[in-house]
């Protein structure tokens, strides 16, 4: 399995730019799917999550301003970002909590793409 992240960018403040992950390979269940960030020297934190049963919550900062949806029939997750801020500046990971054929429940993170938000 793996996870193919796209749609990152320069955009200026307020504007917007959409992130796509998509999978690839057999999965025998998912869990969880989700985008993460990393600023320059901060820890990765949580942005947005879909977990099975199609729960979706967002971390506080984003709130209002990013969504994301999931297109199980293109096993793709979208994170649309609008009003974006230059605090949203950071590589951005797509990550997944899925059980693939004749093996157990894991994590599987996609490269990370970078989102630069300046004027």
């Known amino acids: 399995v793996q996870l193919q992240a796209s749609g990152g960018g320069l955009v200026q403040p307020g504007g917007s730019l959409e992130l796509s992950c998509v999978t690839s390979?057999?999965?025998?269940?998912?869990?969880?799917m989700a985008w993460y960030r990393q600023a320059p020297g901060k820890e990765r934190e949580l942005v947005a999550r879909?977990?099975?049963?199609?729960?979706?919550d967002y971390s506080e900062s984003v709130l209002g301003r990013f969504s994301l949806s999931r297109d199980s029939a293109k096993n793709t997750l979208v994170l649309q970002m609008n009003s974006l801020k230059p605090e949203d500046t950071g590589v951005y990971y797509c990550?997944?909590?899925?059980?693939?054929?004749?093996?157990?429940?894991?994590?599987?993170w996609g490269h990370g793409t970078q989102v630069t938000v300046s004027s």
């Open positions: 990550y997944a909590y899925l059980q693939p054929p004749r093996a157990g429940l894991r994590d599987y």
């Open positions: 879909w977990t099975r049963g199609d729960n979706i």
């Open positions: 390979g057999t999965i025998y269940r998912l869990v969880r």
